[in-house]
């Protein structure tokens, strides 16, 4: 959610920064007809050293591979969008908060977009996560097939599906949806992925349909980093009602720890392990680990 927009808010639009309020589109926009959009979503932290990015590169690379798998050819280069992106944070005076930059086509009506322009705009805003201990509940939707889409890939279009399970779960009283994928297995949130935690072990599902999270990389090196042990496997529902400990992980969400699955209790508060890895991802993207200094970009 945007939390403000106002007259000293800006927005990037195809290598401009503009007032917040001539950010528009046409209602003829393609990729609002047809979902055609790709998009990231990024976040920037106070860190000891100044106000810093977390993992840009990546964030910036993802959102190439994903113009890519639509065939949109952006007039940006790699390094243009991550300049823009801390130009960006400079233009606004949040301390910390969230980047969403968003490739979509210009105006067309018919369903393939042939010659119609590609175009990039970089909005902020300083929406926090103040969600925990959730009541996750398995959606009746499947989480759309890597057969029917590119799931490694941020596309608009995908995100319908994300909204139909959450709105599936929330009108039965639910804070969050799970999805599985076609066979069964689980794949991931709405907008996160998931770990579970066995014991001393974290265990993550491996299904394609899900997204390739940073988040989810991010923790998997903390993990180890901390000492546990994490490994990514096919996981059944079965197998995520018994674990001791459960949480989503996102850009957006960070990390948010799982109450219960399907009215089976996990945990009454958050659990030991998730709350090590989470105390540990935080001192990262503040900057309080050196180790870990690479995946921080200071905006100046
Ligand atoms: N799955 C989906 C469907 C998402 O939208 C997101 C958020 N980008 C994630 C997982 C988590 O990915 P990341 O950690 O890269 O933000």
């Known amino acids: 959610m945007l939390a403000f927009s106002g007259d000293f ?24 007809h047809y979902g055609t959009a790709v998009f990231e979503g990024i976040r920037f932290y106070k860190a000891e050293k100044g106000i810093a990015v977390f993992r840009l590169k990546e964030h910036v690379n993802r959102l190439f591979n994903s ?3 639509l065939s949109m050819e952006l007039k940006f280069s790699r390094n243009e969008i991550e300049e823009a992106v801390k130009k960006m944070v400079r233009a606004n005076n949040f301390e910390e908060g969230y980047i969403r930059p968003l490739i979509f086509y210009g105006e067309c009506l018919n369903v393939y977009p042939e010659n119609v322009s590609v175009n990039c705009a970089i909005v902020i805003s300083d ?7 959730l009541k996750v509940k ?32 929330r009108r039965q009283g639910y804070d969050e949806a799970l999805m599985l994928d076609e066979d069964g297995m689980v794949s991931e949130g709405p907008a996160h992925n998931l770990f579970i935690v066995k014991g001393a072990l974290l265990l993550s599902p491996t299904s394609k349909s899900a997204l390739q999270g940073i988040t989810r990389d991010s923790i998997l090196r903390i993990a180890e980093e901390l000492g546990y042990t994490a490994i990514e496997q096919e996981l059944e ?34 659990g030991e392990v998730t709350k ?14 050196k180790k870990f200094d690479n995946w921080l970009e200071y905006i100046s």
Do not use: Q
């Not at 929406?127 to 201990?133: A, H, P, Q, R």
């Open 9 to 32: 808010m800006k927005a990037w639009v195809n290598g401009k920064i503009v007032p917040w309020d001539e950010a528009k589109i046409h209602v003829t926009c393609h990729s609002l």
């Open 67 to 69: 113009a890519d798998a």
């Open 127 to 133: 929406f926090k996560n103040d969600k925990d201990g």
């Open 138 to 169: 398995i959606s009746r939707f499947k989480r759309i097939n890597e057969s029917a889409t590119v799931s490694e890939a941020k596309i608009s279009g995908n995100y319908a599906n994300s909204v139909l399970a959450m709105e599936d779960v």
């Open 237 to 270: 529902a079965e197998d995520i009602k018994e674990a001791d400990e459960a949480f989503f992980c996102g850009t957006g969400s960070e990390i948010i720890w799982i109450k219960s699955i399907d009215d089976i209790g996990i945990s009454d508060e958050i």
């Open 276 to 289: 090590k890895i989470k105390d540990k991802y935080f001192e990262i993207v503040k900057g309080k680990d």
